[in-house]
Nanobody, 124 residues
Framework: QVLLFESGGGLVQTGGSLRLSCAAS????????VGWFRQAPGKERELVSA????????SIDDSVKGRFTISRDSAKSTVYLQMNNLRPEDAGVYFC?????????????????WGQGTQVTVSH
C-alpha cells in the first residue's frame, strides 16, 4: 500500500508561485507513476500533470504548459509540482495520485492511491 501526503498549497496573488509536494510512504512507490489532479468547485477532478516511474514528465493540461513543472525525487519518495505565473483559473484542491506502471490515464478512477488534497487559491 502507498500513502500519499500533499503539502504546499495556500493563497497567492495572480502571477505568483507555489510548490506542491507529494510525499509517499509504503513499499514499491518507485513502481508507480504520479499525477497531480485539480478539482475546482463544481467541477470534475482533472489531471494536470504526471510523471512516470522513469521520470518522464507529461503536462496533460495545455493551459499549464510552460508554467507548471512536475519532478520526482526518488531518494525522498516525493513528487513536486512547481507552479509559476499562477492564474485565478488554476485555483482548486490539488490531489496527488499514484498509478502502478507507466501508462498515464486521465480518468481519476484508474488511479490506485490518493492523497487528501491541498487547497490552492489565487487572488486577482
Amino acid at each position: 500500500q502507498v500513502l500519499l501526503f500533499e503539502s504546499g498549497g495556500g493563497l497567492v496573488q495572480t502571477g505568483g508561485s507555489l510548490r506542491l509536494s507529494c510525499a509517499a510512504s509504503g513499499r514499491g512507490f518507485s513502481d508507480y507513476s504520479v499525477g497531480w489532479f485539480r478539482q475546482a468547485p463544481g467541477k470534475e477532478r482533472e489531471l494536470v500533470s504526471a510523471i512516470t516511474t522513469t521520470g518522464r514528465a507529461t503536462s496533460i493540461d495545455d493551459s499549464v504548459k510552460g508554467r507548471f513543472t512536475i519532478s520526482r525525487d526518488s531518494a525522498k519518495s516525493t513528487v513536486y509540482l512547481q507552479m509559476n505565473n499562477l492564474r485565478p483559473e488554476d485555483a482548486g484542491v490539488y490531489f496527488c495520485a499514484a498509478e502502478f506502471g507507466d501508462d498515464i490515464v486521465r480518468h481519476p478512477t484508474s488511479w490506485d492511491y490518493w492523497g487528501q488534497g491541498t487547497q490552492v487559491t489565487v487572488s486577482h
